[in-house]
């Protein structure tokens, strides 16, 4: 069965330091989904992203989040200038079609230290 | 007041017992609902996706949405100790703004005793 991987499954980095986590979404699927998890809390919303460009972002995702599909497969998330409270677990997601259920990947853990 | 409100449990049920886990949400553009299972730190996986009001059963499944009183369930029949994980609910709206992202709850704990 098909299923969205990511990269790295863990990853720690210094304050500061930019850190890129890689997503490959399901084959055929078109729209592509960021959220996060902080230790204990909520599943958030991130962005999404639907044909080279994000069509709806949250409050979180300020000036030093971005997004990019550099190719038909990947989808990166980067973090420009990490900080403490970026710490947390990192979800893919993408559907075939808009309002479609949401496949997650296995997540990326965070920790800035 | 939160958007969608999840009692976060624990809770804690002997092997076969019926579970039933529930949430509330306050905004009424939330029109899909779905309950996602979290075994601990691995991602959310899909149990059940409902639209319309009522009961929908897959398996030891049943979600029950009721749009009126802003309320969706999961009940599981026969639990089992493989059933224990974190169960989140979530929702999104119809197309428009804020209909991409999913809203999720915060999440009940089970732990099925065998």
């Known amino acids: 069965e098909p299923e969205v991987t990511q990269t790295p499954s863990h990853q720690v980095t210094q304050m500061g330091q930019e850190v890129i986590l890689r997503c490959v979404p399901i084959?055929?699927?078109?729209?592509f989904y960021w959220y996060r998890q902080i230790l204990g809390q909520k599943v958030e919303f991130l962005v999404s992203f639907y044909n080279n460009e994000i069509s709806e972002k949250s409050e979180i995702f300020d000036d030093q989040f971005s997004v990019e599909r550099p190719d038909g497969s990947n989808f990166t998330l980067k973090i420009r200038s990490t900080k403490l409270e970026d710490s947390a677990m990192y979800f893919c997601a993408s559907t075939r079609g808009f309002q479609e259920t949401q496949y997650f990947g296995p997540g990326t853990r965070l920790l800035v230290l | 007041q939160k958007e969608v409100e999840q009692d976060p449990g624990p809770l804690s049920v002997p092997e076969g017992a019926i579970v039933s886990l529930n949430c509330t949400y306050s905004n009424s553009a939330f029109q899909y609902f779905m309950w996602y299972r979290q075994y601990s730190r691995k991602g959310p996986e899909l149990l059940m996706y409902t639209y319309s009001s009522g009961n929908k059963e897959d398996g030891r499944f049943t979600a029950q949405v009721d749009k009126s009183s802003k309320y969706i369930s999961l009940f599981i029949r026969d639990s089992q100790p493989s059933d224990s994980a974190t169960y989140l609910c979530a929702m999104s709206a119809l197309p428009g703004a804020g209909s991409y992202q999913l809203t999720f709850g915060k999440g009940t704990k089970l732990s099925v005793i065998p």
């Open positions: 084959s055929n699927h078109l729209y």
